[in-house]
C-alpha cells in the first residue's frame, strides 16, 4: 500500500507560481513511478507529469512543459510540483498518484492516489 497527502495548492493570480507538495509513504515497489494528475470542472482528470523514481526521468504533457517541474526530496519522502507562468486554464484539483511502472499518463496505470488539493487561478 501507499499513501499520498498532497498539500500547497491556493489561489494565485495569472501569472503566478505554486509549489505543490506530495508526502509518500508505504511500499516502496509500488511506487517506482509517481505522478501529477488534474481535473478540472466538468472535464475529465488528466496526466500533468510523472517522474521514475530510479534514475528520475520525468514526462510532461504537452500544455505545461516549460512551466511546470515535477521533482523529488527522497530524504523528506515528497513529490513537488513547481509550477510557474500559472494561466486560468491551470485552475484545477491536482493528484499526486503512485504506481510501480511508469506507463505515460495513463490514469488507469495508477492505483494510488491522494485526496487532491485545489489550484485556483485567477485573472
Known amino acids: 500500500q501507499v499513501q499520498l497527502v498532497e498539500s500547497g495548492g491556493g489561489s494565485v493570480q495569472a501569472g503566478g507560481s505554486l509549489r505543490l507538495s506530495c508526502a509518500v509513504s508505504g511500499n516502496q515497489y509500488s511506487r517506482g513511478c509517481m505522478g501529477w494528475f488534474r481535473q478540472a470542472p466538468g472535464k475529465e482528470r488528466e496526466g500533468v507529469a510523472t517522474l521514475h523514481t530510479v534514475g528520475a526521468r520525468t514526462y510532461y504533457t504537452n500544455s505545461v512543459k516549460g512551466r511546470f517541474t515535477i521533482s523529488k526530496d527522497d530524504a523528506k519522502n515528497i513529490l513537488y510540483l513547481q509550477m510557474n507562468s500559472l494561466g486560468l486554464e491551470d485552475t484545477a484539483m491536482y493528484y499526486c498518484?503512485?504506481?510501480?511502472?511508469?506507463?505515460?499518463?495513463?490514469?488507469?496505470?495508477?492505483?494510488?492516489w491522494g485526496q487532491g488539493t485545489q489550484v485556483t487561478v485567477s485573472s
Open positions: 498518484a503512485a504506481a510501480s511502472i511508469c506507463s505515460g499518463l495513463t490514469l488507469g496505470a495508477f492505483p494510488y
